[in-house]
């Protein structure tokens, strides 16, 4: 007997090429089967007609409490979302992680975590980190990486001009070379950059995260005729991943617009959600609002829900395990509903785009667990 039973939803899983109506029986916390009809007897049946099943959501760029001062409440922010696993982007440094990171252990949101590479990281919102390359304290980043491999999965660094300031490129350049030796990935913070971009994503290697990509403060991913450089397209090539990273301040629809133009699409979608910025409308809200945007723009519901799921898990190489719905993995996963409604979505300068349609999210299932259930399911 199946502990839930999800009944003549749309299954929608890029990782497996499936998207059909299916029946998906959850039982012991996995995902036992997946099939166009299934009959068994199960504890909870659930009738999804009209709603799209997809693996649970991956937030690949949030700043959670209390790693960060201003960082989110993790469960009750996303669950709600859809979303069963986020990546903290630095908000603790090498001084702070391991006295913020206990609340892991007890949380059923999966959370893993870049280390900022400033050893104070985001501790408060009252001043900017310190990104002088001789105070790294690489000894103590290193001992964390050795003891907390299954939780941290790269370096952050912020590269915005008015951090790092005389420095330059050199955090990144120290950081990456760090990074070379944990064997890790960097994920590098580009909004006004301190050079042109071209420089600094020549830098970046395969796997590195550029976040905050459509930004449009000081260089930008576009060169002076506004074509999306050649450096980029070269990183990209070379496995350079573009993340949305959106926040209030960090996306701007007039260099994103011309990009999409060009086929440049984003690898990741991800909200950058503090305090700051959860349910602040029309820019940000959540996770769902920032995705709906997305659909505004023109990309595919599969492309959408592949930036959400299958990208962000594998980079976290995990990606059959949290990208798909595959029978044996985890049962990680998110029903959402895509409504007819009329929004408007903001960017970094207020700048309104007119949508008509947004995802609602209607079941959270972590673990075979339901976590979130809307009213009307």
Known sequence: MADILLKNGRVLDPFNGID???????????????????????????????????PGLIDFHTHIFPLAEIGVLGEATYFPS?????????????????GHRGFLGSTKLN?????????????????LENLNPKHYNRDKIRKLFNKYRH?????????????????????????IKLADELGVKVMVHC?????????????????????????????TILDASGKVSEAVWKARDRGVIFDVAHANVHFSFDVAAIAFDQGFL???????????????????????????????MGMSLEQVVKACTQKPAQLLGMERELGSLSEGTIADLSVLRLIDSK???????GNIINGSQQFRAMLTIKEGDLVFRDIEI
């Open 151 to 175: 939780e941290l999965i790269g370096l952050k660094v912020r590269q915005g001009a008015e951090i790092v300031g005389e420095f330059g490129l050199e955090p990144l350049k120290e950081a």
């Open 82 to 98: 859809g979303v069963t696993t986020v990546v903290d982007a630095g908000s603790a440094g090498a001084g702070t992680y391991e």
């Open 343 to 349: 929004t408007q979505f903001g960017d970094c300068d």
């Open 20 to 54: 059909q109506v299916m029946d998906l029986a959850v039982s012991k916390g996995i995902i036992e089967k997946i099939h166009e009809s299934i009959t068994a007897e199960a504890l909870q049946t659930i009738d999804l007609s009209g709603c799209i099943v997809t």
């Open 111 to 127: 959370i893993k975590c870049f280390l900022n590479i400033s050893s104070g990281g985001l501790a408060t919102g009252s001043y």
């Open 191 to 219: 909004s006004n950059p301190p050079s042109d971009m071209e420089d600094l994503v020549n830098l970046l290697r395969t796997g590195d995260i550029l976040s905050h990509a459509f930004q449009n403060k000081h260089s």
């Open 266 to 296: 984003p690898d990741t979608i991800s909200t950058d959600l503090t305090v700051r910025s959860l349910y602040k409308r029309p820019a940000v809200m959540n996770m769902l609002h920032v995705m709906s945007r997305f659909l505004s």
